[in-house]
């Protein structure tokens, strides 16, 4: 079960009925809270954003989540640690423990390597949208690349996003291990 959080757009906070996928936006910008995981046989109930607070008691700077053995996820983070001076944005592989747990702490499934994930204290981005807020930490152009960019509608962006993330080690290959 993930908790949604509306965006405020335009001053005034936007919000869906309960049953509505936070994955079926167009316009307002959703953004997952937190998750909480399933119970099944007597286990208790797990609060991601608890369980997952450490990561940011002492270094609130925000984690990029990215797939370790992709070679195009690895030259992205490559070049956002060469445009990163100030040092902005932290970095974990999918696949590893911490990984999977903030995953989780996402509201997506510990095995799901299928999209970059920034991971900030208070919120979540996936896809498109982790770019985006990606390069709102890096340094000139790129804040002003992003702000560009977030004109485009929603389901354009993922659909270009999903359409290389599907084809990426097709097209830029794999590695035998995190080269992080």
Known sequence: MALVVPVVCAGKAVSLPAHVSSRRRVATSFVTFATLSPVRGGEAAVDWVEATSNFFEKDTRPIMLFDGVCNLCNGGVKFVCDNDRNRNIRFEALQSEAGK????????????????????????????????????????????????????????????????????????????ACEI
Request: no cysteine.
């Open 101 to 176: 747990k903030l995953l989780r702490r996402s509201g997506r499934a510990p095995d799901d390597i299928s999209s970059v994930v920034l991971v900030e204290k208070e919120r979540s981005f996936i896809k498109s949208e982790a770019v985006l807020k990606i390069m709102e930490y890096i340094n000139l152009p790129f804040p002003q690349l992003a702000l560009f960019l977030q004109f485009i509608p929603l389901f354009i962006r993922d659909f270009v996003y999903d359409n290389v993330a599907n084809n990426r080690y097709a097209f830029f290959g794999r590695s035998e």
